[in-house]
């Protein structure tokens, strides 16, 4: 399975003309690449990662607002599974981890993040025969995946480390990253953010503005129930890079 998974994320790939050993910001490139995409961020259960909707003209993909980035990238990528592969229109993910099509999906995840032909092309370029602290650190950086990801490729599906590195590398990855210099953005929410809507219901709601289909005030309510006061208000500071 973990073959046939990694072929159909670098179909994805190809068809997004996404080099395959490039490092990718699924969160702008999810937006960027699926035109009838929203994602919303949003609280929920801990142990639930995220879930999808597929309307007749719209996806929907919701994520923990609570997890990681690493992990929320993660997500994405799972739910983007369901909307390009799966026929049910509706997932929640995160509880049944055991059932077939969630552990295709997540291969498929941690293939298009990371396809089997991008790891080998690192390992070359890093000069990484064996894996340790630092090269694992530094590949999930490159590759903006959770450590977690990371680690379950290398033990379960690469067998590049044993169960006992597993154990010791899985802890304090906020310490280790911090003091080798990385910053801590991949082990954070997401613009650490409670609530949070990107994509299309924005940019559709700018147009049927616009294009005076909506008044001044439904357009504020519309973006109100999307959580964007940042728009309503104009709190984003434009004026410094
Ligand atoms: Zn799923």
Redesign the pocket.
Known sequence: MYLEMNELACGCRRQWKIDVNESIDIFSLAINKIKNLTIVFKKMDDELSGACLKLEKENIIFINSGHRKGRQAFTIA??L??LKYDKNNF?V?GLNSDDE??KR?DLFASCLLMPHGAIETYKLNNNIEKWDLDSIIDAEQYFQISHQALLWRLRHFLNEITYEQYMIFKEDVIRNASIRGYDLSLYTPYLNKEYLTIGNYIKLTEKAFKNDLISQGRKEELLLDAFREDIVYNLNDDKSF
Do not use: K
């Open positions: 799972h739910e599974y369901h997932n993910c099509i969630e999906a």
